[in-house]
């Protein structure tokens, strides 16, 4: 889960020569969020190693098939919301007072993806699990994720994501960022580039990630907005309480009797994410929890990069669709656990050792 740029936020606005600037708000409940997106998806990531056992089909083992299928249908908010945390970070949190300073926020995000990139790779080699040659494998992700690294999927539309947002302030702000103009342009002809390229050559070309649809730069720029509602203002939330829990079970029902996996750009994904936005949006945090909160939410983009190595090592040998529902569901939750305990430990211990702009 990308954190970079929230966590990277200045302290301080800029201001006119001569004068104070004033103190930006850090927004802990962001900081929770970014927590909770981090948990959730490591739930739906073991979830799916339950319904993976299973061949996704219910009469290879109910237990287990139902087991993963309530996991995967409590995190379709958590991608989205990471799109709007990006989004409010660009447009309202720290708008980029120039193209340098904005650099140095996507090169904090590229530098982990193809850390981790590397890494998942060689561990996969390591052991025996790459389906094609690591180099070929290396050579793609430089367009778009690969196994045994599918998680990093999104970095490859949240970095243009917020490069164009952060092109559009620039522009607003009078600035000329030519060097961003040029990226998002070489990101927008690539396809066809590499189309022209394998049609005159003959030669099998990777296919590109990098870009976005339209629903993740409408969660981008909604969330900024929403996020930025003052508190206080959201007065009635009892009724978003109860309809989150209609979203989830709704999510159930489209992964088990539509299809599987929901995308996010369905409606069900889309309201679900409004209530979690607005239901965590301005909360108050005890003063007690906030030291902790924040040091779990400095590593929770480590946490993400690193949870599917265990998830792999730890939760797939132990998962059976030869389960009952009960102990799908213990086993579950305690899988669950120890992936975010050896997670959120591992990342604070790189953390420590100022390893945090290489790992995340």
């Known amino acids: 889960m990308p954190n970079n740029i929230a966590a990277s936020l200045p302290q301080q606005c800029s201001a006119p020569s001569g004068q104070i600037a004033e103190p930006r708000e850090h927004r802990l409940d962001i900081d929770l969020m970014r927590l909770i997106c981090s948990a959730t998806i490591m739930l739906g990531h073991v979830g799916a190693q339950f319904i993976r056992s299973t061949g996704n089909t219910p009469a290879n083992g109910t237990g287990s098939y139902w087991a993963g299928h309530v996991a995967e249908a409590i995190n379709p908010f958590a991608v989205p919301m990471y799109f709007a945390i990006a989004g409010w970070a660009v447009l309202v949190g720290a708008p980029p007072r120039d193209s340098d300073r904005m650099w140095k926020r996507i090169v904090r995000n590229i530098v982990p993806l193809f850390a981790w990139t590397a890494i998942y790779l060689v561990w996969a080699w390591l052991r025996n699990r790459n389906d094609r040659p690591m180099t070929e494998l290396a050579a793609d992700s430089f367009f778009g994720s690969v196994q045994p690294a599918y998680h990093l999927w999104f970095m490859y539309n949240y970095i243009p ?179 975010m305990a050896l997670s959120f430990a591992t990342s604070l211990l790189w953390g420590k050792l100022n390893l945090r702009r290489l790992l995340g």
């Open 161 to 339: 994501i917020i490069a164009l947002l952060a092109f559009a302030m620039l522009i607003k702000a009078g600035k000329r960022p030519w060097g961003l103009g040029a990226a998002l342009l070489g990101i927008a002809v690539l396809p066809s580039v590499l189309t022209t390229f394998s049609e005159v050559t003959g030669r099998e070309m990777p296919s590109v990630a990098w870009g976005f649809g339209t629903y993740s730069l409408v969660y981008a720029v909604g969330g900024a907005m929403l996020f930025a509602i003052p508190a206080g203002a959201v007065r009635l939330r009892w009724p978003l309480f109860a309809l989150l829990p209609i979203t989830m079970a709704a999510s159930l029902w489209y992964n088990t009797q539509v299809h599987y996996v929901m995308p996010n750009a369905h409606l069900f994904v889309a309201v679900m994410s409004i209530c979690m936005l607005l239901l965590i949006s301005r909360i108050r945090i005890p003063e007690k929890r906030r030291p902790l909160l924040q040091k779990l939410a400095g590593a929770a983009l480590g946490a993400y990069m690193v949870h599917v190595l265990f998830v792999e090592e730890l939760v797939t040998p132990l998962v059976s669709p030869d389960l009952s529902g009960p102990v799908a569901g213990l086993l579950l939750i305690s899988l669950v656990l120890t992936v």
